[in-house]
């Protein structure tokens, strides 16, 4: 399961609305290969295909894609709007670490605790 704060139900409703987007979109949240840690996160403004979970939320729907069950099940879904930050965040307790910049992570493994790496800081991130 997944869960999502009120506020970024709030900030989804407002983007489906500034996008015109059509009747029964969501935000799709899944995971594909890249990023700086292994696996990137990505986020889109999509509809339901066959094999999603979908949580429905105060009026609006974020859209779990099929293939990223596993890397997504436990997540947080939040809306953070800061000085020097803005937008959704994934927080993940199925990463064994996560890249400075928050968008890409690497998947833990059990009975394995990954090693400091220093590509991982944030430094290199784009």
């Known amino acids: 399961m997944i869960t999502v ?3 970024a139900a709030e900030e989804l409703i407002a983007l489906l609305k500034a996008k015109d987007a059509p009747e029964g979109s ?3 949240l899944g995971v594909e290969r ?3 840690a292994g696996l990137a996160y990505t ?3 999509g509809v339901v295909e066959e094999g999603d979970e979908v949580i429905d939320l105060a009026g609006t729907r974020f859209i779990v894609a099929a293939d990223s069950f596993d890397f997504l099940r436990g997540c947080s879904v939040e809306f953070t709007d800061s000085l020097s930050d803005r937008g959704f965040k994934i927080f993940n307790p199925n990463a064994a ?3 400075g910049c928050g968008t ?3 998947p833990s493994e059990e009975g394995k605790k990954p090693e400091y790496d220093p590509a991982l800081d944030g430094t290199q991130c784009k």
Do not use: N, Q
């Open 104 to 106: 890409s992570f690497e």
């Open 97 to 99: 670490r996560s890249c």
């Open 5 to 7: 704060t009120d506020k």
């Open 34 to 36: 890249g990023g700086c």
């Open 43 to 45: 986020m889109r403004v």
């Open 26 to 28: 969501g935000l799709r």
